[in-house]
């Protein structure tokens, strides 16, 4: 199951009694966790029948005291243990005289009793009895992170489903700038959202507007420069970056131009060179596909291994490894390297 179609049954009071939601990918563990807190039971009842815990301040019998009281006056209570991650879970051993009470309760959970438990950054080990017993009685959710080339289309769908349009440039470019990290990426929409009418189409220039990208100066002006080898467009750039450092902080530049390298080099190796089989192997729109063309002409692959070698030493300069060269001046010297 989905994260919204887990909150779609809890809505209908389609529940289990135990929830284990796990995996690297924390946004959509979030927005289960926000849901049971905030909205499952009414006002009224939380009171008596809500309990959040978190994981380094409690322990297993806490969370089963908690678990086991009967609601007062409700259907159901919540036992929410948010960062279980960092909860001791007790040993699990095979000796069958011992007792493990948290496998015991997992094994028979409370119908009237809503425990979940957000473990996340990580995957719950699927080898454990604890795990195997709330597949069994209850609900296992791994949120899995998403692949950067899914970012635009969750992007468009996070929009879609708020009556907003955006195009696909729009849409590429908010990927490549805020990475994908989905929590960081919902709330700039939102932000975004508060200056677009519902309804209209976003446009790269409502992203250049509101999200802090320079129509002229942006990673993106700058790889496109760096494929051409426009050496004059690419100081312009960088000038640009060393006056405005917060807006183009060099771990984002960096990190970007080793994404874009990397799928420079992986067009190298792609040896079926069709526009929809490039866009697959590289994970990008048929669009920008040119872009890529462009810059293998420019560099073959002996260059495009060396680049990456640069943008990996340079980022070990930046923080101060072998190096006491400003952040500005460090990227002059990387763009001096790429171009010769």
């Keep these: 199951m989905t994260g919204p179609e887990i909150i779609k049954d809890l809505s209908n009071r389609k529940c289990k009694p135990v929830y284990l939601l796990h995996g690297d990918e924390p946004y959509f563990i979030d927005q289960v966790s926000s849901f049971v807190e905030h909205q499952f039971l009414p006002d009224a009842e939380k009171g008596f029948n809500q309990t959040v815990l978190y994981g380094k301040d409690t322990d297993v019998m806490t969370v089963l005291n908690a678990a086991k ?13 948010k960062e279980a991650q960092d909860m001791k879970w007790g040993s699990e051993t095979d000796d069958k005289k011992s007792i493990n009470p948290l496998l015991s309760y997992l094994e028979n959970p409370l119908s009237s009793t809503i425990l979940v438990f957000c473990y996340k950054y990580g995957k719950f080990d699927k080898r454990k009895k604890t795990y195997k017993a709330i597949e069994k009685s209850g609900l296992v959710f791994e949120s ?14 996070y929009l879609n489903e708020r009556k907003y349009k955006v195009s696909q440039q729009a849409a590429l470019m908010l990927a490549e700038y805020l990475g994908n990290d989905l929590s960081k990426i919902a709330n700039e929409l939102d932000k975004l959202m508060l200056n677009v009418a519902v309804g209209q189409e976003i446009t790269l ?7 802090g990208i320079s129509k002229e100066y942006n990673v993106f002006e700058l790889q496109a420069a760096l494929a051409r080898k426009d050496a004059y467009k690419v100081n312009q750039v960088i000038n640009y970056f060393e006056a405005n450092p917060k807006n183009n902080p060099i771990v984002l530049v960096l990190g970007n131009l080793n994404n874009y390298f990397s799928k420079v080099l992986i067009y190298h190796y ?30 073959n692959y002996q260059k495009t ?7 990996r030493e ?22 001096f390297k790429i171009l010769h």
């Design 144 to 157: 899995a992170a998403l692949y950067d080339s899914k970012i635009p289309g969750w992007i468009e769908d």
């Design 270 to 299: 792609v040896k079926d060179k069709s526009p929809q089989n490039l866009a697959r192997e590289l994970g990008v729109s048929p669009y920008f596909v040119k872009d890529y063309e462009q810059a293998a002409r420019s560099y």
């Design 205 to 211: 220039k409502h992203v250049h507007d509101n999200i």
């Design 69 to 81: 009281r009967y609601p007062m006056m409700a259907d159901y209570q919540v036992v929410l243990v």
């Design 305 to 311: 291994m060396q680049i990456i070698h640069y943008l």
């Design 314 to 335: 340079y980022d070990l300069k930046s923080k101060g490894v072998d190096s006491n060269t400003d952040h500005g001046g460090l990227m002059k010297e990387l763009m």
